[in-house]
């Protein structure tokens, strides 16, 4: 894989930002279409002690007994946010998030510098973060700016996982999560002209062949590795059109373009869907060309489940095809699941 040579530029660029001043910003970004700042932080001097224990609680069960420094809570929030510093085996900003409603600590974020990772994280889960990053070709791609250590209270509140580590670098995050075996994912964008050509015009072909008049152009691309996968995946900037790619295998996993989807709305899909669209039959000798060349994968003695527009293509010890449709009956979307789920 060839390095990103705007990798570097990248890198420089985010520290420029960063490191402006304050006024120079306000200059340059203009104030005429914006009303002006208010500040709404005010300092954590006085927080209240019950709530101080709780948050202080929260940060030594992440990081042990440290230097915890509160430096501002803003109360503008709903739930507040208080920010402040730990100091001990390195450094780090934290930010938690407080219910004053029900007296209880939301979430807490630890941002440490990426060059501190080995302060921070005990051994034997830097071994087996050593280990997963082998399994990328080429493990010094991944560059580590900063680590953040997060853990949350509420399940109700969208976080991709409740309790994690996630290294991020330029435009690459890996996640640990904590509280399932610290189960490592890890996804790095690349420009389409720095990945692989002969994996790019299988993307674009296979665009192609599904059929859908209407596509967008590839503008970059992930190597996503979550488990045993290992998956190049194809994205215009709306995520309309990928494509998933096994990086070992070359073999394409999942097509979608949803751009021929033709529904108006929830209940327009639910009344053009309420009945099958296309009979078992129908949808076999649609999806069984659309399998050979996409695929690979002939359908012959497939079985086939309908569920709204969704159709199920399967047989016993072989790879099972999932195909979705739209009002007139063209499939938009195919996914190859393998018997052994393992995709790469």
Known sequence: MKRMASMVALIAAITLILSAPLALASEVSGTSDFPPYVDTRESAEHLDLKVKKQLTDELVQLVGKQDIQFTTIDKSFDPWVIDGTVDGNARADFSQRYDANHNRVVSTLLMYNGADLNKVMDNSLRLKLNAFLKT????DMFIKMFVERFKANDEDQGHLYQNYWVIVGPSQQLYIDVDNGNRM????QYKIEDSYAWLTDIARNSIKRLG???QKAFDYTLFAVEGKDMLWQY??????????????T??????????????NNEAD??????KPKLSKSKALSIATPKAKSIFG??????????QDNQYTFTKKGATTIIGEINKKGAFYS????PVNGVRN
């Open 136 to 139: 990328f070709e080429d493990e």
């Open 185 to 188: 994912s890890a996804s790095l």
């Open 212 to 214: 859908i008049p209407t």
């Open 235 to 248: 994205r215009d900037d709306e995520n309309l059109n990928y494509v998933h790619i096994g990086s070992k």
């Open 250 to 263: 070359g073999k394409v996993w999942r097509i979608t373009n949803e751009l021929g989807i033709d529904w």
């Open 269 to 274: 899909f639910k009344k053009s869907f309420a």
């Open 297 to 306: 994968l002939q359908l012959k003695g497939y079985s086939v489940r309908i």
């Open 334 to 337: 195919f996914e190859a699941i």
